[in-house]
């Protein structure tokens, strides 16, 4: 079964700096890998995907993200943060049912992300 | 327009109750979910749908029933509520590609449910 794991619970940053988040995922297959942010009572919105090609993908608010096969890991990166990009990161993967179809998506528990003045 | 939406926003209800949350989606997709959040913010799948055919029931309580009229439509019921169901319950749609994992989910704002 896949799993992803986030390893930073939370993460403190000063506004303008550079931003990495982890994330690294167990798959026996090509993954489809994804971030998604959540803001303060808000639902899930996604910021990138990769599902093949190039493995350095960009998405949305400045996000980029890097698939490193030999490492296992899909790490979420942002030059210079801003303060309205504290919120809740998450990391996930997609999931194969038996029936051999697509269904949803694993996700990792998630970087809690601080923004300091 | 939104895209996938949910109701009720904010639930709160007594132990041993019933209630039902409602979820739409206006994208055309042909799966739907439900994922529950605790209060660590772990995001677990509860069901999936697809063309209204129960998919996934991942160990989820039988007092727990998903209600699928219609590819556009995923409601939960919930029976005899417990402490332990307080969570923000999330619906999401996604268009089935079928023999890959490739798909992208568009989520509702989520139902936070409190159980008294």
């Known amino acids: 079964a896949q799993s992803v794991t986030q390893p930073d619970i939370h993460i403190t940053v000063s506004e303008g700096a550079s931003l990495e988040l982890r994330c690294n995922y167990s798959y026996g297959a090509t993954p489809y890998l994804f971030w998604y942010v959540q803001s303060p009572g808000q639902g899930l919105q996604l910021l990138l995907k990769?599902?093949?090609?190039?493995?350095l993908v960009q998405g949305i608010k400045g996000f980029e993200a890097e698939f490193k096969r030999s490492q296992s890991s899909f790490n979420l990166r942002k030059p210079s943060v801003h303060w309205s990009d504290a919120a809740e990161y998450f990391c996930a993967v997609g999931r194969m049912y038996s029936g051999g179809g697509a269904d949803g998506l694993t996700f990792g528990k998630g970087t809690h992300l601080i923004i300091q003045p | 327009d939104t895209a996938v939406s949910q109701t009720p926003k904010y639930l709160v209800t007594q132990m041993g109750n019933d209630k039902s949350i409602k979820c739409e989606q206006n994208?055309?997709?042909?799966?739907m979910y439900w994922y529950k959040q605790d209060s660590k913010k772990f995001l677990k799948i509860m069901f999936s749908?697809?063309?209204?055919?129960?998919?996934i029931n991942e160990t989820v309580p039988n007092r727990f029933s998903p209600k699928s009229p219609d590819k556009a439509h995923l409601n939960l019921h919930i029976n005899s509520l417990e402490l332990g169901d307080s969570a923000v319950y999330f619906c999401?749609?996604?268009?089935?590609?079928?023999?890959?994992?490739?798909?992208?989910?568009?989520f509702g704002a989520g139902s936070r449910l409190t159980v008294l």
């Open positions: 994208l055309g997709h042909d799966t």
């Open positions: 749908y697809n063309n209204k055919e129960l998919i």
């Open positions: 990769y599902f093949s090609g190039d493995t």
């Open positions: 999401a749609s996604s268009q089935d590609l079928e023999g890959s994992g490739a798909n992208v989910l568009t």
